[in-house]
Nanobody, 121 residues
Framework: VQLQASGGGLVQAGGALRLSCAAS????????MGWFRQAQGKEREFVAS????????YYADSVKGRFTISRDSAENTVYLQMNSLKPEDTAVYYC???????????????WGQGTLVTVSS
């Protein structure tokens, strides 16, 4: 399984970005796709996840109502739409996948490279 994340960048507070995670290598119908982030000096934390087949989504409380995770089966791509960005959202964002890939990074065997999101105040 290969995951390729993209879409990070520099944005002002209140702005928006959309991250993409292109998946390849196998079918993902039984997988959960997740987004995690790691700010400098902090541990990697859960942001959002979605089940590939049932499109059930979960969010960290810190992003609920501002971020939306979605997936496009035809493109094998998972998106993270991030609105109303805050400086505290600044981090390297990672996409991940696995059969039980949820709140804990340890549950996710497959990872993409990170993409940096910087939110200026």
């Amino acid at each position: 399984v290969q995951l390729q994340a993209s879409g990070g960048g520099l944005v002002q507070a209140g702005g928006a970005l959309r991250l993409s995670c292109a998946a390849s290598g196998r079918t993902f119908s039984t997988y959960i796709m997740g987004w995690f982030r790691q700010a400098q000096g902090k541990e990697r934390e859960f942001v959002a996840s979605i089940s590939w087949s049932r499109e059930i989504a979960y969010y960290a409380d810190s992003v609920k109502g501002r971020f939306t995770i979605s997936r496009d089966s035809a493109e094998n791509t998972v998106y993270l739409q991030m609105n109303s960005l805050k400086p505290e959202d600044t981090a390297v964002y990672y996409c991940a996948a696995g059969r039980v890939c949820g709140y804990s990074p340890d549950d996710c065997p497959f990872w993409g490279q990170g993409t940096l999101v910087t939110v200026s105040s």
